[in-house]
T-cell receptor
């Protein structure tokens, strides 16, 4: 069990560019979550998957954001046409169904949009 | 009203004393409650969870839950400098966690 892995750790991009982040969950976990966290705030829910199915997406999430989990294992989060307001830590977490939502987080991807 | 509310602090506690962190939540249907510790620049780490009214102890940590008052707390006994961090309260709702903004705790040697 190597824990939740996220890549890259840091990403600096220019406004208007597209970025993609990857998350590899704990191997036996079938649920995968994406959260976003800005300085001084708690993590904010973006979306989650059970296996390959995306079950919920935050109403606050712009249509520039898309996430996939094609084979029910790793997931990608893409942000198109990035804006400065997208600068944040993007956190991935995984859990077991019926595990009472005990989420285990990866190290996160820190995005800076210049 | 925020769904999960915490005093943002900072909360300063002398080394060896008890640190008390509080959290209130708005959804009466919430079933599971969590405390995460987050060091600066790091991701949240699960340290305690509680599902039933009452107290749950794990080492120096005690989580307390009062569903009638919609209140969760975390006590840290014999506080150490390594306990200095932000503590996030999280509550389940619709199969996902909702987090508070966190309380920044500083242990003074």
């Amino acid at each position: 069990d190597t824990g939740v892995s996220q890549n890259p750790r840091h990403k600096i991009t220019k406004r208007g560019q597209n970025v993609t982040f990857r998350c590899d969950p704990i191997s036996e976990h079938n649920r995968l979550y994406w959260y976003r966290q800005t300085l001084g705030q708690g993590p904010e829910f973006l979306t989650y998957f059970q296996n390959e199915a995306q079950l919920e997406k935050s109403r606050l999430l712009s249509d520039r954001f898309s996430a996939e989990r094609p084979k029910g294992s790793f997931s990608t989060l893409e942000i198109q046409r990035t804006e400065q307001g997208d600068s944040a830590m993007y956190l991935c977490a995984s859990s077991l169904t019926g595990g009472n939502e005990k989420l285990f987080f990866g190290s996160g991807t820190q995005l800076s949009v210049l | 009203q925020k769904e999960v509310e915490q005093n943002s602090g900072p909360l300063s506690v002398p080394e060896g004393a008890i640190a008390s962190l509080n959290c209130t939540y708005s959804d009466r249907g919430s079933q599971s409650f969590f405390w995460y510790r987050q060091y600066s620049g790091k991701s949240p780490e699960l340290i305690m969870f509680i599902y039933s009214n009452g107290d749950k102890e794990d080492g120096r940590f005690t989580a307390q839950l009062n569903k009638a008052s919609q209140y969760v707390s975390l006590l840290i006994r014999d506080s150490q400098p390594s306990d200095s961090a932000t503590y996030l309260c999280a509550v389940t709702g619709n199969e996902k966690l909702t987090f508070g903004t966190g309380t920044r705790l500083t242990i003074i040697p």
